[in-house]
């Protein structure tokens, strides 16, 4: 038996989520076994675990769409117990039992050795947000956005996604601009690496065709208007990686900024990407990602807190990353 979160559907279609007891007898098929030793609390999980939203798939289900721990037990050739390792995605906590739980069953082409550069701990303060954030910045890179070409914009900067990228990319030399509903967090976010801080009711209504080129490259997690007005004041040939939707899912824009000034929009797609591309975010976190900023954007707490926690996240009531400590 092991710990986990546990949710199940009510009658009425409404969502419970106790700490339970669960057999390892009923995990789901898979040839390596995890010991996990630290989750983490993402914006999904926190719709799932307050029902909020339709993230769930399948009943009952243990949510967390990350893990961190060690192979405990193996039938794939690339691991053996006792291997680090960190999983981000696939369906986890959506169509199959995920890592919120002491214990995880998963197919082992799923798996990313775990870089030496991190513990699990900082693995799971990176979690899907941050190696999303990596897969943004290789993409910006991809599409010929380097530091002389001009300013970053990263929108969602107190987000999870936001405080990775704004490190990422300030450790690679850009000018990096924040978008931030927190103002007050101008001295957290300059601590990252941000070079100046924008108020986000900025771009909170209806954007222009073109408006003034600024931005050389752009990261963007919030959607709707702010990535309509982000695409308006791209500079010629500009790159805006795409990656989230907090404000919404749609795009009120024109084709102007394609047209007229070559810009691209590139989709970031982080939940079944194909292993070559996590391992080169991986690679692009342990080398560039400054482990003190982990410390910033993140802190702990107890499987026993998560419930809670997750009532807090979609208050907006949570900064960065919550870490969860299975062992706490």
Same mark, same amino acid.
């Given at each position: 038996?092991?710990?986990?979160?546990?949710?199940?559907?009510?009658?009425?279609?409404?969502?419970?989520?106790?700490?339970?007891?669960?057999?390892?007898?009923?995990?789901? =098929?898979?040839?390596?076994?995890?010991?996990?030793?630290?989750?983490?609390?993402?914006?999904?999980?926190?719709?799932?675990?307050?029902?909020?939203?339709?993230?769930?798939?399948?009943?009952?289900?243990?949510?967390?769409?990350?893990?961190?721990?060690?192979?405990?037990?193996?039938?794939?050739?690339?691991?053996?117990?006792?291997?680090?390792?960190?999983?981000?995605?696939?369906?986890?906590?959506?169509?199959?039992?995920?890592?919120?739980?002491?214990?995880?069953?998963?197919?082992?082409?799923?798996?990313?050795?775990?870089?030496?550069?991190?513990?699990?701990?900082?693995?799971?303060?990176?979690?899907?947000?941050?190696?999303?954030?990596?897969?943004?910045?290789?993409?910006?890179?991809?599409?010929?956005?380097?530091?002389?070409?001009?300013?970053?914009?990263?929108?969602?900067?107190?987000?999870?996604?936001?405080?990775?990228? *704004?490190?990422?990319?300030?450790?690679?030399?850009?000018?990096?601009?924040?978008?931030?509903?927190?103002?007050?967090?101008?001295?957290?976010?300059?601590?990252?690496?941000?070079?100046?801080?924008?108020?986000?009711?900025?771009?909170?209504?209806?954007?222009?065709?073109?408006?003034?080129?600024?931005?050389?490259?752009?990261?963007?997690?919030?959607?709707?208007?702010?990535?309509?007005?982000?695409?308006?004041?791209?500079?010629?040939?500009?790159?805006?990686?795409?990656?989230?939707?907090?404000?919404?899912?749609?795009?009120?824009?024109?084709?102007?900024?394609? *047209?007229?000034?070559?810009?691209?929009?590139?989709?970031? =797609?982080?939940?079944?990407?194909?292993?070559?591309?996590?391992?080169?975010?991986?690679?692009?976190?342990?080398?560039?990602?400054?482990?003190?900023?982990?410390?910033?954007?993140?802190?702990?707490?107890?499987?026993? =807190?998560?419930?809670?926690?997750?009532?807090?996240?979609?208050?907006?009531?949570?900064?960065?990353?919550?870490?969860?400590?299975?062992?706490?």
């Amino acid at each position: 038996m092991f710990k986990a979160i546990l949710l199940t559907r009510n009658e009425d279609k409404s969502t419970s989520a106790t700490v339970a007891e669960v057999d390892e007898a009923d995990l789901p =098929e898979g040839d390596v076994t995890v010991a996990v030793s630290h989750s983490t609390l993402n914006y999904k999980d926190g719709l799932a675990i307050t029902g909020k939203g339709p993230v769930v798939r399948s009943w009952p289900m243990i949510p967390g769409i990350d893990f961190a721990g060690t192979v405990t037990d193996s039938g794939h050739a690339d691991f053996k117990p006792g291997d680090p390792v960190v999983l981000n995605g696939w369906g986890l906590g959506e169509t199959r039992w995920g890592g919120l739980g002491a214990v995880a069953r998963v197919p082992g082409d799923w798996l990313v050795p775990l870089p030496s550069a991190f513990t699990p701990a900082q693995a799971m303060a990176i979690g899907t947000a941050g190696y999303t954030a990596a897969l943004a910045v290789l993409e910006l890179t991809r599409q010929g956005v380097t530091p002389d070409k001009g300013p970053v914009l990263v929108t969602g900067a107190n987000g999870g996604v936001g405080g990775v990228a *704004i490190s990422l990319l300030a450790k690679q030399g850009f000018e990096v601009v924040a978008l931030t509903g927190r103002t007050g967090e101008a001295d957290y976010l300059k601590s990252l690496g941000a070079a100046d801080i924008m108020d986000r009711a900025e771009y909170a209504g209806a954007a222009k065709p073109l408006g003034k080129e600024r931005w050389a490259g752009a990261v963007d997690a919030v959607g709707s208007h702010t990535l309509a007005n982000v695409l308006s004041q791209m500079k010629y040939f500009g790159t805006v990686a795409s990656c989230g939707l907090a404000s919404g899912m749609d795009l009120p824009s024109s084709v102007a900024p394609f *047209i007229l000034r070559g810009v691209k929009l590139c989709g970031i =797609e982080s939940v079944y990407m194909p292993k070559p591309e996590r391992l080169a975010a991986y690679e692009l976190l342990a080398r560039d990602l400054n482990a003190a900023h982990l410390a910033a954007i993140s802190h702990e707490i107890g499987l026993s =807190e998560t419930i809670d926690a997750a009532g807090r996240l979609m208050d907006g009531q949570v900064r960065g990353r919550l870490v969860v400590d299975m062992a706490r």
